[in-house]
């Protein structure tokens, strides 16, 4: 099971997340996700577990913990959703249509 951890404290590192999670069971991998350009954390991780019911149980318990004087959030992970390539701007964004219009009037030409 793929594990989603937020709320971490700037100064937690990969092994502190790992050990976290191994008093539940076996910890498959752990990472804190970090900014590429300045290295530091950005304050969430991902934790992976091959056993179910240990990852069930390490979420029940760890979720709303303490770290740090931070209280973490601890949930299943959500598959990742594919981005579009539109800049953000969805279906169209801000695109004008000028389709059956004569600068705005309305009427189109006939």
């Not at 700037?10 to 999670?21: M, P, R």
């Not at 900014?35 to 992976?48: I, L, W």
Request: hydrophobic content about 30%; glycine content about 16%; charged content about 30%.
């Amino acid at each position: 099971m793929n594990i989603y951890v937020s709320n971490l404290s700037f100064n937690v590192v990969d092994e502190d997340l790992k050990a976290f999670f191994e008093e539940y069971g076996e910890v498959s991998s752990a990472r804190v996700i970090t900014d590429k350009f300045t290295g530091r954390s950005r304050g969430f991780g991902f934790v992976e577990m091959p056993n179910d019911e240990e990852a069930k149980k390490a979420i029940s318990e760890l979720d709303k913990g303490v770290v740090e004087g931070r209280a973490i959030t601890v949930t299943e992970a959500k598959p990742r959703e594919e981005r579009s390539n539109g800049g953000g701007r969805g279906n169209g964004g801000n695109r004008r249509s000028f389709a059956g219009s004569n600068n705005g009037g309305g009427r189109g030409r006939y």
